[in-house]
Structures are given as structure tokens and as C-alpha cells.
């Protein structure tokens, strides 16, 4: 497996930042070739230019920052012609990064939520859902916008508990889409939509001090329905991070339930336990690209090894499959 390693440009939290140095760095030790691709704006075949064709189908794993749909397609494509192959396809890593395309196929897994494609879809969401509502951006940009959020979230919180903190969040998070820079790749993403979901009380030991509950909530990666490993989501010396043989048995349920309906190679699952003890994922994510300083980098990038052969297996039945060249327009 070779590791393509793009670094973290100008406007990436400097935690994330740390976390993806960090990640490429352990990967270098553990002995995968890591080659450094350009994070100047070019184009993917320009990006791919020094990394010679590889004689045979070779897996590979792109360590980035959260990436737009578009780019992944044109160096999944880019870096096809050179025989390296990504673990996900563009459909597949699409429907990970974007939690609105994998709820419906989660309904019974995760709390009730509602897509909101405007602002004033609100109040749907609210007379269906009730209040205290939960929401979140959907996409792959998104992803990066919760890093730069959770910085914030000592300032101000996510949740609405009544009518007119919904509206204003809700129009907040649509305005970010409005707000954000242009560039050639967000000029090829659609607008993505926000999610409103349910409240649900998480067991949780800490708050932020806007009163955001930090939950005990886990992130799980596996790679073909298989845990290669997971890290509790917080840092510091928080209690809830050390699970009972049977509550990991339990939140890995929940992990292998999600993997088997998405069918996507290699997954991130955020679960999170409520109050009353149940397993629930609140997220899912391709691991590529999201880069999380509580995961135990080294055990994960052992596993990987471990698990290359299987990978490299992949990549060379995704040459001749449909799905290496599958339609970006998911339903």
C-alpha cells in the first residue's frame, strides 16, 4: 500500500493539521512508501505527476484534509491510470462523507433527523421532531467545517431548544455554504443540505461551557466489516473512554450493523451511548480524510498492514468493476 499524502494548507485547524502530520508520520515509521502529492490547486494529474505508474494494481490511501466529492473523483481517476487504487470508490466514499445520503438506509440506527435542503424547511423539522433539535452540515467540506466548529463550541452551541434558536442556526449553517470561498472545486459541489436530528440524551461525564454535552461517544473504523480500531471522540482524562467487554461488544454491533448496509470498504462510524445504555451512530466518515487525535494512529496503521493483502485483493477486482467508474449522482 502506498500512502499519498497531501498537507494540510492554509485554513485547516491547527489540531487537525497535527493529527494528519502525525498520522503520516507513523505510517513512514511502520514502513509504507508515503509520497507527497501537490497541495498547491492543481489539477489531480498534475497532483500525481511525480508518483511513477505502478506495475501492478497497488492499494493506496490518501492522507488529506477533507476533500469536496469532485476532487476525489478526478484523482480517484488520476491515480487509477497510474494502477493505485484508492480503498473506496467515488460513489462509496460520497455516500460515507455524506450523512444525508446514507440516513435512509440507518433510520432504526441512529436518531430521527430530517434533511433540510432550505432554511425555511425549519419548521418541519420542528413540528415532526420536536424540540430540543440537533443540527449539523451534511458533505465532505462539512467534515473539515467540524473541526473549525468544535473550536467554537465553548462560544455557542448547536443545539435549539426552542423555535427561534432553530431558525437562526439552521440559517447560520446555510449561510457558511453562502459565506464560503470560491474555488474550483466547490463551484462543482452541489449546495449541501443541513440535517435537523432529534435530541438524544448521551451519557457524558463533562460539558463545554456553553453547555454542550461532551458524549461518551466512540469513533470505529473497519475496513471490509472488519474493526481495524476505534478512539473515544474527546481528549483529556475522561472516564467514559474505558468500555466493559460487553459495551464494546455492543457498540461494535452497531458499527458492523452500519457497515453491512452502506457496503463501503473502509468506514468511520461515530457511535455514541445514551443515556438509557443504547448504541447509536450519530455519523459516518471515510478515514481517509479525517484525521482524529484521540485514535490510536499506530495500532491503526498496523492493522492496515495486517489487512493490505486483502486491500490490494480489492484493488485489483475494482479494476474490472463498474463501480471503479461508478456515477458520482447517487440517489
Known amino acids: 500500500m502506498i500512502v499519498l499524502f497531501e498537507g494540510p494548507g492554509l485554513g485547516v485547524p491547527a489540531e487537525l493539521r497535527r493529527s494528519l502530520e502525525a498520522s503520516g508520520a507513523i505510517a513512514e515509521i511502520l514502513g509504507f512508501p508515503v509520497w507527497a502529492i501537490a497541495t498547491d490547486g492543481s ?8 508518483i511513477p505508474a505502478q506495475p501492478q494494481p ?90 473549525q466548529r468544535a473550536l467554537a463550541l465553548a462560544l455557542r452551541s448547536s443545539i435549539a431548544k426552542t423555535p427561534a434558536q432553530a431558525r437562526r442556526i439552521a440559517a447560520d449553517l446555510f449561510n457558511q455554504e453562502l459565506n464560503q470561498e470560491p474555488s474550483q472545486e466547490l463551484s462543482q459541489e452541489p449546495c449541501q443540505p443541513v440535517l435537523a436530528r432529534q435530541w438524544v440524551n448521551l451519557r457524558h461525564h463533562h460539558t463545554t461551557p456553553a453547555g454542550f454535552p461532551l458524549g461518551r461517544e466512540f ?15 474527546w ?14 461488544k455492543a457498540m461494535f454491533a452497531v458499527a458492523f450493523a452500519v457497515a453491512e448496509r452502506l457496503d463501503v470498504p473502509l468506514l468511520g462510524v461515530d457511535i455514541a451511548q445514551t443515556q438509557s445504555g443504547e448504541w447509536i451512530a450519530l455519523k459516518t466518515v471515510d478515514p481517509q480524510f479525517v484525521g482524529s487525535p484521540q485514535l490510536p494512529l499506530v495500532h ?3 492493522q492496515l498492514g495486517i ?21 458520482l449522482n447517487l440517489p
Open 43 to 50: 489539477g489531480a494529474a498534475e497532483a500525481l505527476a511525480a
Open 58 to 147: 497497488t492499494a493506496a490511501f490518501w492522507l488529506a484534509p477533507p476533500t469536496t466529492a469532485f476532487r476525489y473523483g478526478e484523482l480517484f481517476a488520476a491515480a487509477h491510470a497510474k494502477n493505485l487504487h484508492l480503498p473506496n470508490t467515488p460513489a462509496q466514499h460520497q455516500l460515507a462523507q455524506e450523512f444525508h445520503r446514507a440516513y435512509p438506509l440507518l433510520k432504526d440506527l441512529t436518531p430521527a433527523s430530517i434533511v433540510l435542503e432550505q432554511p425555511d424547511a425549519v419548521e418541519g423539522a420542528i413540528a415532526q421532531l420536536g424540540l430540543p433539535l440537533v443540527f449539523q452540515r451534511s458533505g465532505s467540506v462539512a467534515v473539515l467545517q467540524d473541526w
Open 219 to 233: 469513533r470505529v473504523v473497519l475496513y471490509d466489516r472488519a474493526i481495524l480500531t476505534y478512539g473515544y471522540a
Open 235 to 248: 481528549p483529556g482524562d475522561d472516564p467514559g473512554r474505558w468500555l466493559s467487554v460487553e459495551e464494546e
Open 300 to 302: 491503526f496503521w498496523q
Open 307 to 327: 489487512t493490505n493483502e486483502m486491500i490490494e485483493k480489492r484493488s485489483r477486482q475494482v479494476v474490472n468493476s463498474a463501480d471503479a467508474s461508478a456515477d
